[in-house]
């Protein structure tokens, strides 16, 4: 798969306001900061597709993208830690769970975890949460030139290994960084293979 067209559409604060029609869509969540926004802009060759900050908790809505007049993309606010209120936390929590349980036209979230952390809590319950509800998921590790590979490689293995306490099989993993754009080509086509399942 290559982009050819990336457009933003639209902002929304519930997912039932969103176009729900015969197109397919990939979402991208994450703890906050984690480089949602960067990682789509990576992949559709657009610096400012989607807007980036480097304070947590700037994505506040689902950014909706349209790409090649074929698929949708999402953007959604971060989970976990970040600098709001309890109330608008709590916002956050209820607009994600919505859209993860509800949206029809769903075919993956891809959830990204930073290559430099090992297992975080919030990581392990959502990705755990999702499995629990039957979301299609893949788990994208970011930020991977901003280590040694080694210390990449120990905590992609330490997530696999805290994930075989849950899971029978793992889901589906790709390292990524947006500045180098490592694996960019994995992404594109792990999309186009769900469409040949």
Do not use: H
């Amino acid at each position: 798969m290559e982009i050819k067209k990336a457009v933003f559409l639209k902002s929304f604060d519930d997912c039932k306001k969103m176009k729900d029609d015969q197109f397919a869509e990939f979402a991208f969540i994450g703890r906050s900061n984690v480089g949602k926004s960067s990682l789509i802009n990576m992949i559709c060759n657009k610096k400012d597709l989607a807007k980036t900050s480097s304070m947590p908790g700037k994505t506040k809505l689902i950014n909706q993208f349209f790409i090649n007049d074929s698929i949708y993309f999402a953007d959604l606010p971060g989970y976990g830690y970040a600098r709001v209120s309890k109330t608008e936390r709590s916002k956050f929590e209820e607009l994600i769970n919505n859209y993860i349980i509800c949206r029809k036209n769903l075919y993956c979230l891809f959830i990204l975890v930073d290559s430099r952390l090992e297992p975080q809590k919030s990581d392990i319950e959502f990705i755990n949460k999702c499995g629990e509800n039957r979301v299609p998921i893949c788990l994208i590790f970011t930020k991977t030139d901003k280590d040694k590979g080694k210390f990449v490689n120990q905590n992609v293995q330490k997530m696999k290994d805290e994930l075989r306490k849950y899971w029978e099989n793992i889901p589906p993993l790709i390292c990524t960084s947006a500045l180098n754009g490592q694996g960019k080509i994995e992404i594109l086509k792990f999309i186009s293979d769900c469409f040949n399942k």
